[in-house]
Nanobody, 128 residues
Framework: QVDMVESGGGSVQAGGSLRLSCVGPGTLYAYYCLGWFRQAPGQEREGVAGISRTGTKTDYADSVTGRFIISRDNAKNTMYLQMSNLKPEDTAMYYC?????????????????????WGQGTQVNVSS
């Protein structure tokens, strides 16, 4: 079991910024591939960004490229999502997720079905 806890959501106006955080357990945290997902009402959960164990490999959805930055600090067992120039269409519940890096490799970083552990989510609301 890997417990993930998100924080940092809130309400902002379009063009504003937020930084989400996701804390995981200390043990073996650096062995996991991590990702951020979001789900708006009535829509499927979609992969926003993913990051490899050491942070050298990242992947972003086209809709957030250039506006969102994913990062991680393994010493603090924490992953971040810096969101800038937010748009109303970014409104959603944001979830962090983790999966074990088999063979030390991370692939399919935004593939929802490949992730094993999930947080409870943090809500982001962007008004126009």
């Amino acid at each position: 079991q890997v417990d993930m806890v998100e924080s940092g959501g809130g309400s902002v106006q379009a063009g504003g910024s937020l930084r989400l955080s996701c804390v995981g357990p200390g043990t073996l945290y650096a062995y996991y591939c991590l990702g951020w997902f979001r789900q708006a009402p009535g829509q499927e959960r979609e992969g926003v960004a993913g990051i490899s164990r050491t942070g050298t490999k990242t992947d972003y959805a086209d809709s957030v490229t250039g506006r969102f930055i994913i990062s991680r600090d393994n010493a603090k067992n924490t992953m971040y999502l810096q969101m800038s120039n937010l748009k109303p269409e970014d409104t959603a519940m944001y979830y962090c997720a983790a999966k074990y890096a088999h063979g030390g490799r991370c692939s399919d970083l935004r593939e929802r079905s490949s992730y094993t552990y999930w947080g409870q989510g943090t809500q982001v609301n962007v008004s126009s």
